[in-house]
């Protein structure tokens, strides 16, 4: 279909972006355009007025800050994918953008985006609750930090306000005894396409045990979320593989699954298990 | 077993832009068409004009596949409203609208059923099926059963009882979608054909051979459902399969990689296919365009010309889609003329340049329409000979043309420029006497019966015992298309048509609920293969012409569609048997998959 008729505006700066965000109630946010751009056209959104941030200098940087990494709004799935910094501090990040969408998506759609729009079954939202990332939000009033764990809400909604974009995507460094991994089961198979299922594991081992780690899962519930059954039973472990596999048993513990004509609740919650102990597998090898 | 419903999804949906040109008093269209003669006869007999007044252009069509071989009442409507308003107008369907108004394909259910020996003999082969027809029957809607028919009993010499019962339902129309029928029909036979051997414990090509139409019955085999088949030697394609393919040493991987836990199966297919439509017979029983307005069977129609300046214009009546019929026809001219491919243009899909044309579909164009040209080139190449034979003081006999010239056989020295000819051509005064000027042919080619191309395809897949996730490992394709004139362009026919069968394979269905509305109406919901979701194609051929036709070629449009899905689906069943799996619906989507070893064996190994 044809998207309903909207105003498009290209601001220059993000001051300016945020004054006609301000004065325009559930005008859009657009950065690649790879998800709001379909949905307009399929008519499930119809924004009054698309505010392109495209345009805006300084926001394309993958940076190094010393315990986490930054990731600008714009920079794109395959910027991630490849970032040198990304595979090396927060490899589960670095995956799940490799998986997301395809080539002319990840070409063009950009990670923080797809955080904030929080799709049920994106890779990256996945990740960034696995590595604890935080989301910096700005509006007219100031700048606003929101954890990866209540960052997302519901099914394509996040815990932004209408006034607020998301320009920003801090991840902690894995640091020593630290790793993360993404997997998943794409709708075409494989890798291929939006996930079925999708697990992002990060993992601290200190002494030979598993001191601390997150596990999230995608594709499987109405959002991205942790697997508190699966974290439970990992942390304190040896990292073994029937400690994984012991993990594995839980991950949709009190998880809600959400079925589609990819995957019933049954075939989703044996993948979600199938999918923690593979991402919690490649993390700690 | 479900042969399920497709959404033939090209890369560009259908659109029209219609416009009243008053000063010739003509409605100009140009529209996504694979037949725009029959825009065109219908558009005229809708709106009552002559078929002067109307002139269709299907330019460089972005796929059709099948679904755009029909006269579609946008196509109408945006006639009458640019008559009406004597301005432009225009229409271009969304993506949506080309899932749910565009006709679908396949939407078959069906038992099949072998009788045969313990060893091998089949002695009787039965097929009782539903065809799902939609709401409304369009252009080729009720045929597709019939295409179904024409190839009933696949390769093999067997008794056949063909039965199919075609109903309506309140979904959108289904019609002609790459195979049309045909891979339908194959894939009931190959995989009950699976399933026999199975049963007595054969190898599935030894069992196929051992029923195979023998070659010495060529030509003209007799089906067992009653059509003359032109010419195939199937044992000699499969053995080439299995060589080429090393099936031996795959089956040895198989089952080593077995012994390491991992499902791995090995899948087999033949096909023989129907195509080159079509006999002029077939129009009698309503395969021509007469619904249209039009006079024709399913003839092929080539115009070929040698302007003044040597240059050559082939103007044929075939509506492509990315098939490459400018490269191939150039290729037929250039051979018979001895004038550079650089020099010659095809026209194609313009109503404007050519009184008929049939279109593209059923793999015939080159069959056809291709033969056309040829005669046509030949015929042109016979009256340069006369005149060239006049201006070299030789006899016509002696010439021969090459390098853009006529030259005199064994006097390499004695030659004239095909420049000089055509000039002599148009200028009446100095040809000899009684010469006709120009220098122009048009055939209508019609042929004595279709064309029966056949191949063989193989697959070795392997299935995640965890999640039924299906990846393949490799596909070995032995088709036999007859002669081969551009053999790139077969192989990117040969590309395509496999990543659509191994689409329904695996990705594609058309879900509608209880209502009657579409689930799939959008590429979220439907997916198809892109090229990362296939593996490299390892394509190789045997060559046996058909004698039908001048230029000795059958057709490969559908073989890649009609040879593979089941090729994929009989590799994942053998790749789960040890589960106890005996058939699995497609798509073969992970769940599916995952789901019929669950329920075949309570998730552990039979």
Redesign the interface.
């Known amino acids: ?2 998207p309903r008729e909207f105003d498009y505006v290209a601001p220059g700066t993000l001051d300016e972006a945020l004054a006609v965000l301000a004065s325009n109630p559930g005008a859009k946010i657009m950065s690649g355009g790879m998800s709001l751009i ?1 949905m307009m ?2 008519r499930l959104l119809s924004p009054a007025t698309v505010i392109d941030i495209g345009r805006i200098p300084g926001l394309d940087a993958i940076e190094d800050r010393g315990d986490h990494l930054a990731i600008g709004a714009l920079v794109r799935h395959a910027q991630t994918a490849s970032s040198d910094l990304v595979t090396t501090y927060a490899a589960a990040l670095a995956q799940a953008a490799a998986l997301t969408g ?1 080539v002319q998506v990840r070409n063009r759609g950009t990670t923080v985006g797809a955080v904030a729009h929080a799709d049920l079954a994106a890779d990256t939202t996945a990740a960034v609750l696995a590595l604890g990332a935080t989301m910096v939000a700005r509006s007219s009033a100031g700048t606003r930090e929101i954890p990866a764990s209540e960052f997302f809400v519901d099914t394509l909604t996040s815990a932004l306000a209408d006034d607020e974009i998301l320009v920003e995507l801090r991840v902690p460094k894995s640091g020593e005894g630290e790793s993360s991994a993404y997997t998943k ?1 794409g ?4 890798e ?3 996930a ?1 299922a999708g697990v992002a594991a990060w993992v601290r081992k200190t002494n030979g045990s598993v001191s601390d780690a997150r596990v999230a899962l995608t594709g499987v519930g109405s959002k991205a979320m942790l697997s508190s059954g699966a974290m439970d039973a990992i942390i304190g472990s040896d990292g073994s593989e029937a400690a994984i596999a012991a993990a594995a048993d839980r991950a949709a513990d009190g998880i809600s699954v959400l079925e589609d ?4 609740e049954e ?1 989703k919650a ?2 979600a298990k ?1 999918y923690v102990k593979r991402a919690l597998g490649a993390a700690l090898s | 077993m479900v042969n399920q419903r497709l959404i033939p999804t090209a890369i560009e949906p259908r659109r029209v832009l219609a416009e009243w040109e008053a000063g010739y008093q003509t409605l100009r269209m140009h529209t996504t068409s694979q037949m725009p003669h029959a825009v065109a006869g219908a558009l005229a007999m809708a709106l009552g004009l002559p078929s002067t007044s109307v002139r269709v252009i299907a330019p460089e069509v972005g796929g059709g596949f099948g679904a755009k071989l029909n006269v579609y009442s946008d196509e109408i409507l945006v006639g009458w409203a640019a008559r009406q308003l004597e301005r432009p107008v225009r229409w271009t369907e ?1 993506r ?2 080309a899932a749910t108004s565009t006709i679908q394909g396949r939407g078959w259910i069906g038992t099949a059923t072998i009788v045969g020996t313990r060893d091998g003999e089949i002695l009787g082969y039965e097929f009782d099926g539903l065809a799902d027809m939609g709401a409304y029957t369009q252009n080729f809607t009720a045929a597709i059963p019939f295409l179904g028919l024409f190839v009933a009993s696949g390769q093999y010499k067997m008794p056949t009882y063909w039965k199919i019962d075609c109903v309506a339902t309140n979904t959108t129309t289904t019609d002609a979608y790459r195979g049309a029928g045909r891979p339908e029909a194959m894939y009931y036979i190959e995989r009950i054909m699976d399933m026999y051997a199975r049963e007595i414990g054969m190898d599935p090509a030894d069992v196929r051979r051992k029923n195979f139409i023998p070659a010495e019955e060529f030509p003209v085999a007799m089906s067992p459902v009653g059509f003359a088949m032109d010419t195939g030697d199937y044992a000699m394609n499969l053995d080439a399969l299995l060589e080429t393919g090393a099936y031996d040493e795959m089956k040895a991987a198989r089952d080593s990689a077995r012994a390491e836990g991992r499902n791995v199966g090995i899948g087999l297919s033949t096909y023989v296919e129907v195509c080159g439509f079509a006999p002029a017979g077939l129009a009698d029983l309503g395969f021509s365009w007469s619904a249209y307005g039009l006079p024709s069977a399913f003839n092929g129609n080539g115009l070929v010309r040698v302007n003044a300046d040597a240059t050559v214009t082939v103007t044929i009546g075939t509506g492509p889609s990315g098939q490459g019929h400018q490269t191939t026809w150039a290729q037929i001219v250039a051979d018979r003329l001895g004038i550079p491919v650089d020099d010659i243009v095809v026209k194609h899909g313009d109503t404007g340049d050519s009184p008929m044309g049939i279109g593209t579909f059923g793999s015939r164009s080159a069959a056809v329409d291709g033969s056309a040209a040829y005669e046509a080139a030949d015929r042109v190449r016979l009256k340069a000979a006369k005149l060239a034979a006049h201006l070299l003081e030789a006899s016509e006999d002696d010439i021969v043309f090459a390098d853009g010239a006529a030259h005199v056989a064994g006097s390499p020295e004695s030659s004239v420029p095909w420049s000089e000819i055509a000039m002599v051509a148009y200028q009446p005064q100095k040809a000899p006497e009684g010469t006709d000027p120009g220098l122009e042919s048009e055939v209508v080619f019609s042929p004595a019966n279709a064309t029966w191309p056949f191949g063989s395809h193989l697959a070795m897949v392997e299935v995640d015992a ?2 039924g ?3 393949i490992l490799r596909y070995v394709a032995m088709d036999d298309c007859g002669n081969v004139i551009n053999p790139m362009i077969v192989d990117g026919q040969v590309h395509g048509g496999l990543v659509q069968g191994i689409g329904q394979a ?2 594609e269905e058309a ?1 509608y609920d209880e209502n009657g509305n579409l ?2 109406g ?1 590429m ?2 439907y ?1 198809i ?2 090229a ?2 296939v593996p490299m194609f390892e394509l190789h051929r045997t060559t046996t012409p058909t004698d039908i036709n001048p230029l000795g070629v059958k057709g490969i449009g559908e073989a890649g569609t009609i040879g593979s899905a089941q090729t994929i689906v009989n590799a994942v069943v053998d790749a789960v048997a040890s589960y106890g799996v005996t058939h699995i619906d497609m798509p073969l ?3 599916r998959v ?2 019929a070893m669950n329920a075949a064996s309570g998730n552990g190994r039979a």
Not at chain 1, 187 to 190: D, L, M, N, T
Not at chain 1, 261 to 264: H, K, V
């Open positions: 279909m044809y379909p056209k399929l395809d089961l709708r075409r198979g494989g291929s396409d939006y079925v004509l990819y995957g019933s075939y044996h993948l199938v | 969304t949506r609208e965890e999640t996730n299906v990846e695996l990705f879900i689930l799939t959008s979220v919901d997916p293969p892109t990362g979701d989507r992970p769940r995952w789901e």
